[in-house]
């Protein structure tokens, strides 16, 4: 990567400026620089290194697709480096139980490979706590910041509030640090995340600031990343609670069949109203199955009511089993042949650790020239 490309605190002047990122950034802020950030994207792919990731804490649902994962290949698919970080560690922050971590971590591979990634030189796919120089870098990048600042990060603090732990532990507070290691061991400069990440990225972008400020002055080496937050609209729960999450079993997991499909679509939340129209502020639930027909089908919502009109919600969920199985057949055909050959997902993961493991190697070695501290 060209390091004339930032400037010294570490940020691309072609892109958003430093006082543009400060983390007294407002979410409108952050829209606007996540829309030239992707026009940027789209006329210079090979400028950028994508990384985002998942905490591997169950299967991926239509959520989750509709919402991160066909970004991820429509961006990788552009030639952008990309890098999918699978959050192992992460898991432990908030969870008693371990058992299932590295289950979990391969259905994840199964869902993205499903879904169109192709992992390779372009597509790293890898567990964080297999990439030693990445956590590495973890100790000096936890000196450059205060307990204040981590405790003031809101997105952990809901985290605490829903956990209900016993005790909060310190891997509550310094993940997000640890994130930054996902981010700028491979030099991400382009992260497509949600709103609940932007305190995350604030905290990377701080850090990787002050580490040039601090240790790279006249060379920085560590690029600021920024947010490329989705355009799909927020899906909501098949309950009409606000959020899909396999906790609240509300969610059509992409692993689902067809009739487990139609089953939980059947039960889903509508209203009283009979004639369908398509209105997000006082029919929610309806607005939310109507979406999802839109999502499968590629026609707007508006179009999708009209049609099933006065059909009633019996129709309108009909239509969505049918568009919905339609949409991810063929993604739950891949699947299933995936799922037969446990060998190739860990081959996938091997070569994505591998892979990280080169960068994560170059990258600190040049932490540690930057720190003086090479013997
Ligand atoms: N914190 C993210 C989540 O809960 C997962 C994650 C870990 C991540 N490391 C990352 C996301 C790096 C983006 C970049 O979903």
Redesign the pocket.
Known sequence: MDIQLYDKYGFNPNCPSPAEAHPSDTYGKSLELSARLEADILTNPQNHVL?????PTGRLHIGHYFGSLLNRVRLSGLGVKTYI?I?DY?VLTDHEVFSEIAQNTKQLVIDYLAAGLVPGENCVIFPHSYVPELNQLMLPFLTLVSNAELERNPTVKEEIGAAALKSVNAGMYTYPVH?AC??LFCKGTV?P?GKD?LP?LEMTRLIARRFNEKYALKKPILPAPFALLSKSPNILGLDGSQKMSKSRNNAVFLSATEDETAALIKKAQTDGNRTITYDPVNRPEVANLLVLVSLSTGDAPEAVAARIGDGGAGALKKALTEALNEKLRPLRAERARLEKDPAHIRRVLLDGVERACKTAHQTLTEVRRAMNMEI
């Open positions: 990384l985002t990731g998942d905490r970080v959050a992460q994130q996902d981010i992260v995340v990440q995350h």
